[in-house]
């Protein structure tokens, strides 16, 4: 039956090519129509352990300038030009404390009154500062205390007559001459401020030399001069003997009394302008 042939070898050819179709446009699914299934990420319950990092190399401290080093300055005060030694040690990085001797004897004659009086200037002190350095060099601002060790001015009396407040006096008989002693003192301690430039405990390590200058003042108050006579009786007449009635009774007598007080006032006017008393002093240091 050629017509039944034909019409069955049409259909396969049909089935053929929509088969093909079909699988070009679907594929099957042994090939990779869906995406593979991924492998389930699992959750590590450990934590990574970091390694340490190497430490770093520190450069070696530097040797430190701490309380115990110990300065050294010779100095001269160039006022009085008297010579004087100090010893300064560290408080803070930024402070210093430091004490020191002074010492300064000349003799002079002097004149007050039309009397002559053989003098001696005794300026022997202690003192004692603290340093501050607001920037860490050598530029310090200082306070401190300065002391008198002994009086510093004493004079000796010896004359044939004595002027006391315009009074002239005389020994009794005129046997010998009118004598005694006076000192002029100030205040036992007094405070003192200072500027200079120079730390003799240099807080670096490898520095020892030092030249230290500073100056300021002392504050040690108005002078105050003591007189004292050796003679039992003094005379407003030459020549005459003791019991004349010119003649007084040094220690006891008002006149005498009021007339030496007279003359210590004037002493003290004198030496007012001394009552601040000036520092400048320049010096060698060294630091152990």
């Known amino acids: 039956m050629p017509r039944l042939q034909k019409v069955i070898l049409g259909c396969s050819l049909f089935l053929a090519m929509w088969s093909l179709a079909y699988g070009q446009t679907n594929p099957s699914s042994d090939s990779s129509s869906s995406p593979a299934p991924s492998a389930p990420q699992t959750t590590s319950t450990t ?21 115990g080093t110990i300065g050294v300055d010779v100095n001269l005060s160039i ?33 007050e009154d039309q ?3 053989g003098g001696q200037i005794s300026f022997k002190t202690f003192q004692a500062h603290y340093d501050y350095f607001p920037f860490g060099g050598g ?35 005129n046997v010998a001459a009118i004598t005694g002693n006076g000192k002029i003192n100030f205040n ?20 020892h030399f030092t030249v230290p200058v ?23 007449t030459p020549g005459v003997p003791p019991t004349d009635p010119s003649c007084q009774a040094t220690a006891t007598f008002a ?9 210590q006032n004037k002493i003290n006017n004198d030496l007012t302008v001394i009552k601040a008393y000036p520092i400048f002093s320049i010096g060698f240091g060294y630091k152990f």
């Open 47 to 67: 934590t990574a352990t970091q390694t340490p990092a190497t430490p770093q190399a520190q450069p070696a401290p530097k040797p430190s300038v701490g309380f």
């Open 79 to 111: 006022f009085l030009i008297s010579p004087g030694i100090e010893v300064a040690t560290p408080v803070t990085r930024k402070s210093n404390v430091r004490a020191g001797f002074n010492a300064f004897v000349y003799d002079k004659t002097f004149h």
């Open 115 to 117: 009397n002559q009086y």
């Open 139 to 173: 530029f310090h601002v200082s306070g401190g205390l300065l002391a008198y060790i002994g009086d510093p001015l004493t004079a000796t009396i010896s004359a044939a007559n004595f002027k006391l407040n315009g009074q002239e006096y005389y020994p009794a008989n």
């Open 188 to 207: 036992a301690v007094s405070p003192t401020v200072t500027i200079g430039f120079g730390n003799i405990v240099s807080r670096k390590p490898n520095k």
């Open 214 to 236: 500073e100056f300021g003042v002392a504050f040690q108050g108005s002078p105050k001069a003591h007189l004292n006579f050796a003679n039992a009786v003094l005379c407003t």
């Open 255 to 263: 006149t005498i009394q009021t007339n030496i007080a007279a003359e």
